[in-house]
């Protein structure tokens, strides 16, 4: 749907859906609630479900709760410190070094956020349930306005059990309708099956293409159904749904499904759902409405009047994430040794001070679009002026995010510090991702060849990717370091490298977009401790937050149920076991 359509009745919808504040929120209608009667018809249930979809971009309801993930997938993943200042923001520090509490008011945003949309999703499904087919309402009506939602409450469940464990409140359309003033729903059960259940409705009944760009269609469905089977380890099944997504999958306005020629449009305003957007949160600005361009990222800009955003300097990249973007001699990436040596940096230089780059190690043609570095132009902004746009290098380093920044050609909010941004849109999932979630499946499944066909399809366009240049449009212009990126030469020699080779080309394809930690907790004991001990243990070198660090499994894996949440339960909902820390 256009996205004035969204964010015009979101307006409305947020007037109309106040999110509860006490523990019966999970079920109880809020005060001010819409007439129901009012809304059973075509329009009204359309109205109902625009307000199901804005709850993807939230306005009200805290830094913590957006669904772009950078608190918990990039910044606990590795991606990125938590940046600004160690006294700012203190419960980002705690998920930044593994040791989230029950009471860390972030994931408590999170939590809410979730149970709203899911409070959303059930209110419009009852309406439709109730409705009668005639007039302009059919049975085609019905599947598709429900198959719409069933994803949509999906979705919202997905980001609660990758969050806390799959086992949480179940709460759907006939606990909405038979017990709407109880609040006793107990998290004592798997709700996986239920979830799934939810994505194949929505696969089986969402047509494949629609008229509005913003709308879930059937494909998108299916990519989310088969991300929902991986993060089960049902290889064999999601690479049933990965190869016909791959052979024969298109965009909601009917674009076959394809990566841009460039890794950096993705993140460009012009390519708004583009062939490589399999699922998006649409954004906004100049609506009406305050806080739709990227209100996620509203902390997430350089520091610095003159900087993009004006506010407020965290998501900084880690140095570690810079350095997996060094490539050997072959333009192959460093598996085992790109953290042995750090690639040089500004660090404790002054903006006004004199500053060589290293000009010669050859790095991955990404890098320069998913961090900003001294002396490298930043988008359309001049050349990134280091110190001066990071509040303090002494904490969190002397580099700033890129993929969520507005170039300075686009519209924008720089002046409204609470949401700066502009319209970009956040790709949930674009193709990329699936590309590479079905290569895990074909080597689970033993096909190593079709895995290596597959990553090698990411790295040819990282390969052809525009390097930033330098003096860009000038007869001077040059790229800006020594890039070099190329697909694997032969096909994966066996499962174990195979699993290292796509682990690290989704952290270099995807990092920063809040993927990270999911896949670390996804891959099991071994690897997400591992992996996050190493990281630890070289950023404890560089900054005294990391030292010490042990990540403990299983229980580290997730995030322990907010104690808000456990105490507003009377008993009812219990802890997951998430507090080894």
């Not at 290889?235 to 841009?260: H, P, Q, R, S």
């Not at 902390?299 to 997996?324: E, K, R, T």
């Not at 909010?413 to 700066?420: G, H, I, S, Y």
Request: aromatic share 12%; proline share 5%; net charge negative.
């Amino acid at each position: 749907m256009k996205k004035n359509i969204f964010n015009i009745v979101s307006i409305i919808i947020a007037v109309i859906f106040l999110a509860a504040c006490s523990g019966d929120f999970l079920t109880k209608r809020p005060l001010g609630s819409v007439d129901r009667t009012s809304v059973k018809s075509k329009a009204g249930v359309e109205v109902l479900t625009v307000g199901a979809y804005s709850s993807l971009n939230p306005q009200h309801t805290g830094w913590g709760s957006n669904p772009c993930n950078w608190i918990y997938g990039s910044v606990c993943g590795g991606d990125a410190y938590k940046g600004s200042e160690a006294g700012d923001q203190p419960d980002i520090n705690a998920v930044m070094t593994w040791a989230t509490q029950a009471n860390n008011g972030y994931t408590n945003e999170k939590w809410n956020w979730a149970y709203n949309g899911i409070f959303r999703c059930n209110d419009a499904i009852s309406i439709v349930n109730s409705l009668t087919i005639g007039g302009d309402i059919d049975a085609t009506f019905i599947a598709q306005k429900t198959g719409e939602l069933r994803f949509l409450r999906g979705f919202y469940y997905f980001e609660l059990t990758r969050m806390f464990g799959p086992k949480v409140p179940w709460v759907d359309d006939k606990i909405i309708d038979q017990q709407i003033n109880n609040p006793n729903i107990p998290n004592d059960k798997d709700i996986t099956p239920n979830v799934q259940a939810d994505f194949q409705f929505a696969a089986d009944n969402l047509p494949e293409t629609w008229s509005d760009v913003g709308r879930i269609n059937s494909w998108g469905a299916k990519a989310m159904l088969a991300k929902y089977l991986l993060f089960q380890h049902k290889y064999a099944e999601a690479k049933v749904l990965y190869d016909a997504i791959i052979a024969n999958g298109k965009t909601t306005l009917g674009t076959k499904y394809a990566l841009l020629a460039s890794f950096e449009q993705n993140f460009n305003l012009v390519f708004n759902n583009s062939s490589e957007s399999v699922f998006a949160v649409q954004n906004d600005i100049g609506d009406g409405s305050r806080k739709h361009g990227n209100p996620g990222y509203s902390l997430c800009y350089p520091y610095g009047n003159n900087a993009p955003g004006g506010c407020c300097g965290f998501f900084q990249p880690s140095q570690s994430f810079v350095n997996s973007f060094k490539v050997d001699a072959a333009g192959l990436p460093l598996l085992d040794t790109y953290n042995q040596t750090d690639l040089k940096n500004d660090y404790g230089i002054e903006s006004d001070k004199p500053f060589v780059r290293d000009s010669t190690t050859a790095v991955d043609p990404r890098l320069d679009w998913s961090v900003g570095r001294r002396g490298i132009p930043y988008l359309d902004w001049g050349l990134h002026p280091g110190k001066a746009w990071i509040r303090d290098q002494a904490y969190a380093g002397p580099y700033s995010p890129i993929k969520n920044v507005y170039r300075s050609v686009d519209p924008n909010e720089k002046n409204d510090w609470w949401a700066p941004g502009s319209p970009l849109n956040i790709d949930l999932i674009r193709f990329a991702d699936v590309l590479l979630m079905a290569a895990e499946c074909e080597v689970e499944v033993g096909t190593l060849h079709q895995a290596t066909v597959y990553v090698n399809i990411v790295r040819n366009r990282a390969k052809n990717t525009n390097p930033v240049m330098l003096n860009a449009g000038k007869a001077s212009a040059k790229p800006a370091t020594n890039y070099a990126a190329n697909p694997y030469p032969v096909d994966f020699a066996d499962k174990t490298f195979a699993g290292k080779a796509i682990r690290f080309e989704r952290k270099i394809e995807l990092g920063m977009e809040g993927h990270r930690f999911f896949d670390l907790s996804r891959w099991g004991n071994d690897i997400a401790k591992t992996e996050v001990e190493a990281y630890a243990a070289k950023e404890g070198v560089r900054y005294t937050q990391f030292q010490g660090i042990h990540f403990d499994v299983p229980c580290d894996l997730n995030y322990p149920i907010p104690l808000q949440q456990i105490e507003l339960g009377q008993g009812i909902i219990i802890q997951n076991g998430s507090t080894c820390n």
